[in-house]
């Protein structure tokens, strides 16, 4: 349980008690309209974990950054994971996984970040927790608020899908509506905070974020009987989660237990290609017009950049865009063939699963895990219109 957060750009390290969200140096220079910089990670005495930590009975609990006493009587994960025989079937591969993270609580893999920030939360006393959302993260943070009795404040572009705003208006969330982008309501609760006070969940500026989303990649691990998928498709807006899903693995193999990683897949969508610009040339730019069916996945400054592509990188895998054409085909693939329902952005990893099979780019008999994200019923509008 004890760990130091380790500044991703300059490497300092400062204890827990020093530092609450960016690293005070490299994220002095963060100005709005960039991707963060001085995001932190979680580094733990992995040492410690190696001694401790046995296969037969597996205690999770010492990866986890925030004891479990301060836990909000609101269950996450332990979603479903599952062969497809039937997609093996359809497609030009021949070991094709999914993992249903659609089923958490409020539809989205996003809870497992705001359960965690709200255990945290607990363990620091405060009231009330800030975010700025696409969607799925408000809801996420609305609900564990909702479970855990605290109060969740949210900035949401106001084309948020419906859906997504009912849920937060039902659990009771504070929601002010922005009239701009998802940046736009990331800056404007960055100065909430600033102003006003408050715990700010905003994705990768709490780096327990991180360490929430972190796992679903070590459930991966445990339910795939303790061995290494091959290869892990992802859907990238922030890139945060891909981040998590580097980090289970990257613990896992800091503590010895495991001695290779995934390759980790980005997928994002054309208009909404921040990070995947930024892993093929090696420069990064804003996206600018990000305008997508996959909405949990349009964001024109993605906060964790320079962290999504390591994962990417340091994992071999690679980078890929997909057209709104085959993101909602794919959502209607991924229905037909395997009765699981998933948003948009969620279907994207089919889409780029189906879009690759002519290539090399993954080996045919590879463990290939499809990371489903959130649930269809998030967004019926637009499947609906693609509907007779
Ligand atoms: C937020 C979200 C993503 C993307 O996660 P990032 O951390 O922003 O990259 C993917 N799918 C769904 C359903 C999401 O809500
Ligand atoms: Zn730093």
Redesign the pocket.
């Known amino acids: 349980m004890s760990f130091i957060y380790r500044c991703q750009e300059c490497k300092r390290e400062f204890s827990q008690k020093e530092v609450q969200y960016l690293c005070p140096i490299c994220g002095s220079d963060y100005k709005v309209g960039m991707p963060l910089k001085g995001v932190l990670e979680v580094i733990f005495d992995y040492k410690k974990i190696a001694k401790k930590f046995d296969l037969e009975q597996p205690n999770w609990d010492l990866f986890c950054c925030v004891d479990r006493k301060y836990f909000p009587e609101y269950v996450v994960g332990n979603t479903p994971f599952f062969r497809s025989s039937r997609l093996e079937k359809k497609l030009k591969f021949e070991n094709i996984w999914i993992k249903n993270d659609g089923l958490n609580p409020s539809g ?3 809870d497992r970040a705001s359960f965690l920030l709200v255990a945290e939360a607990n363990r620091i006393g405060e009231d009330t927790l800030v975010t700025a959302s696409t969607g ?2 408000a809801s996420a943070l609305a609900s564990a608020c909702a479970g855990g009795g605290k109060k969740a404040v949210i900035f949401v572009p106001a084309s948020a899908p419906k859906a997504k705003l009912v849920q937060m208006r039902l659990a009771g969330a504070t929601v002010i509506p922005v009239d701009g982008t998802y940046d736009d309501a990331f800056a404007l609760s960055l100065q909430y905070t600033k102003e006003k006070g408050g715990l700010n969940r905003n ?1 990768a500026y709490h780096p327990l974020t991180i360490e929430g989303k972190k796992t679903v990649g070590l459930e991966i691990f445990a339910q795939n009987n303790f061995q290494v998928p091959d290869v892990i498709l992802v ?8 981040s998590g899903v580097y980090k289970a693995f990257y613990d896992l193999q800091q503590a010895k237990i495991i001695d290779k990683m995934p390759r980790l897949i980005c997928v994002q969508a054309e208009t909404s290609n921040a990070i995947h610009n930024y892993i093929v040339t090696g420069e990064y730019k804003n996206a600018p017009h990000p305008q997508t069916v996959a909405d ?2 349009s964001v024109s400054i993605p906060s964790n950049a320079h962290m999504a592509r390591r994962a990417v990188l340091e994992t071999e895998g690679f980078s890929i865009t997909v057209s709104d054409q085959e993101i909602v085909s794919a959502q209607k693939t991924l229905a037909n063939t395997t009765g699981i329902f998933a ?1 948009p ?2 279907s994207s990893v089919l889409a780029a699963l189906e879009k690759i099979q002519d290539q090399n780019m993954i080996h045919k008999k590879d463990q290939i895990v499809l990371l489903i ?2 649930h269809g019923l998030k967004d019926i509008d637009t499947p609906l219109k693609y509907l007779n």
């Open positions: 989205s893999l996003k799925n993260a994705t859907p990238v807006g922030d890139g945060v989660i891909i949990s996945i948003e952005t969620a994200t959130g």
